[in-house]
């Protein structure tokens, strides 16, 4: 319960200062969350899934929807089973370690996929996230996501 807590707090303040100590791991929290995107974009559910902490009650909140790692992890099955493709780009990300295994990761990113019936679509999400290290891998142990529209030049 405190982490999530910490995690909404953090999460809804700017990104802070990174500590000179803990600045290399900024890279790790980078790598980790374009390596998310790329296991998303390539359909692989096995792995996408991989990235979030298993067992958690409320893992995260997408527009306001609380959902546990097992919502989590079933939401993002069914999309992936629905989709033909899945692209995403990242407009911006934003990794600040707090310390050398616990950081919080900005992102401005475009989801863009078409569905089993051929379908296109497109969605802009703002996501904060936050991930810990544990036995040497990083995990999601909080996320927040808004979905928004892109802007009319993304189409």
Aim: glycine share 8%; net charge neutral; aromatic share 10%.
């Amino acid at each position: 319960m405190r982490i999530a807590i910490a995690a909404v707090l953090v999460a809804c303040s700017a990104p802070p200062q990174t500590p000179k100590d803990t600045a290399p791991v900024g890279a790790e929290l980078d790598a980790f969350v374009r390596e998310y995107a790329s296991a998303l974009s390539a359909r692989d559910a096995a792995r996408v899934v991989t990235f979030y902490e298993p067992g958690i009650a409320t893992l995260g909140h997408n527009d306001g929807v609380a959902y546990s790692s097992d919502g989590t992890i079933a939401a993002i099955k069914q999309f992936i089973g629905a989709t033909r493709s899945i692209a995403i780009e990242f407009d911006t990300v934003t990794a600040r370690p707090i310390t050398g295994d616990l950081g919080i990761i900005w992102t401005t990113m475009r989801e863009s996929w078409v569905d089993a019936n051929g379908t296109a679509g497109n969605v802009r999400v703002l996501v904060s996230w936050m991930v810990q290290r544990r036995d040497g891998r990083w995990r999601f142990i909080y996320y927040d996501g808004r979905h928004t529209e892109p802007p009319a030049s993304s189409s």
